[in-house]
């Protein structure tokens, strides 16, 4: 089955930048949309960004717009999420997830994403 992977959490502090990564394996298909979650401590996971398979279409959350960048590489199977001028209030784990989608459709909503990473923590100090 499919495998999503999450890397590129740390400590940063306010004002920094992050860039996640998130590698997928195990397809059996070839359309899908890939997008990136947060929780923090007491919150329910929310959506941060999504792109499609082509990269030609994008949605973000009100409070990543301007400041977070997703993009996806085809060749790697590897959707990234750059993050700069990062909040404390971002502080989160950052959760990846795939959709299996003949269309071009970003949901915000977690339940219909099929596919899990296990999370990359990512921590910023005032």
């Known amino acids: 089955q499919v495998q999503v992977v999450e890397s590129g959490g740390g400590l940063v502090q306010a004002g920094g930048s992050l860039r996640l990564s998130c590698a997928a394996s195990?397809?059996?298909?070839?359309?899908?949309?890939m997008g990136w979650f947060r929780q923090a401590p007491g919150k329910e996971r929310e959506f941060v960004a999504g792109?499609?398979?082509?990269?030609?279409?994008?949605r973000y959350a009100d409070f990543a717009k301007g400041r977070f960048t997703i993009s996806i590489d085809n060749a790697k199977n590897t959707e990234y999420l750059q993050m700069d001028s990062l909040k404390p209030e971002d502080t989160a784990v950052y959760y990846c997830?795939?959709?299996?989608?003949?269309?071009?459709?970003?949901?915000?909503?977690?339940?219909?994403?099929?596919?899990w990473g296990r999370g990359t923590q990512v921590t910023v100090s005032s």
């Open positions: 792109i499609s398979r082509s990269g030609t279409n994008t």
């Open positions: 195990g397809r059996t298909f070839s359309t899908y949309i």
């Open positions: 997830a795939e959709k299996s989608y003949s269309g071009t459709y970003i949901s915000v909503d977690e339940t219909v994403y099929d596919y």
